[in-house]
T-cell receptor, first 111, second 113 residues
Framework: SQQGEEDPQALSIQEGENATMNCSYK?????LQWYRQNSGRGLVHLIL?????REKHSGRLRVTLDTSKKSSSLLITASRAADTASYFC???????????FGRGTSLIVHP | ETGVTQSPTHLIKTRGQQVTLRCSSQ?????VSWYQQALGQGPQFIFQ???????GRGNFPPRFSGLQFPNYSSELNVNALELDDSALYLC????????????FGPGTRLLVL
């Protein structure tokens, strides 16, 4: 079963624009993570945000977490064609650190 | 590059056959997890190994089994293959002390005909 659900399912933008993806989840979490996957290959860990944090930055990435709304957003600023990939959120909860993934957002950045 | 390697990269099997997939974890990592990712879906947790023992299992039948070796590498075995087993199989390694961050290999794409 999926814990997190990303929105939108697909996003198409021009290079230089910002891309925003959202993730909603159902139960209280310990951590929320965002991963990137290029063309059905392995997942690359982007950023982890803990349940007591509200915002984190890493380079062109900004992640926010709203535990009251059980949602998170990933913002990629000044997007590049190389950012074209699928983006997944993953949450872990309770005593388990096993991440549960959503279905992902497919991002296409046109040069 | 995460340092996690998987073999083979692609595999074609027929229904009813058995398959073994292999994973070498990143140096310093003692925990290995396996995931199944069907086309258009997110990865689904199969099981996790720590100190050569299964440490958690997702909603997969017993014909999915695994091993972890003293060097922390791991195998995923699937018996009696079904068409729905066609998927990308991902291995991820982590350290027990920092399990929440996992490092994924490139995956093995399995096609069952």
């Amino acid at each position: 079963s999926q814990q997190g659900e990303e929105d939108p399912q697909a996003l198409s933008i021009q290079e230089g624009e910002n891309a925003t993806m959202n993730c909603s989840y159902k139960t209280s979490i310990n951590n929320l993570q965002w991963y990137r996957q290029n063309s059905g290959r392995g997942l690359v860990h982007l950023i982890l945000i803990r349940s007591n944090e509200r915002e984190k930055h890493s380079g062109r990435l900004r992640v926010t977490l709203d535990t009251s709304k059980k949602s998170s957003s990933l913002l990629i600023t000044a997007s590049r064609a190389a950012d074209t990939a699928s983006y997944f959120c993953a949450t872990d909860s309770g005593g388990s650190y096993i991440p549960t993934f959503g279905r992902g957002t497919s991002l296409i950045v046109h040069p | 590059e995460t340092g996690v390697t998987q073999s083979p990269t692609h595999l074609i099997k027929t229904r009813g056959q058995q398959v073994t997939l292999r994973c070498s974890s990143q140096s310093g990592h003692n925990t290995v997890s396996w995931y199944q990712q069907a086309l258009g879906q997110g990865p689904q947790f199969i099981f996790q190994y720590y100190r050569e023992e299964e440490n958690g299992r997702g909603n997969f039948p017993p014909r999915f089994s695994g091993l972890q070796f003293p060097n922390y590498s791991s195998e995923l075995n699937v018996n009696a293959l079904e068409l729905d087993d066609s998927a990308l199989y991902l291995c991820a390694s982590s350290s027990w002390d920092s399990q929440e961050t996992q490092y994924f290999g490139p995956g093995t794409r399995l096609l069952v005909l």
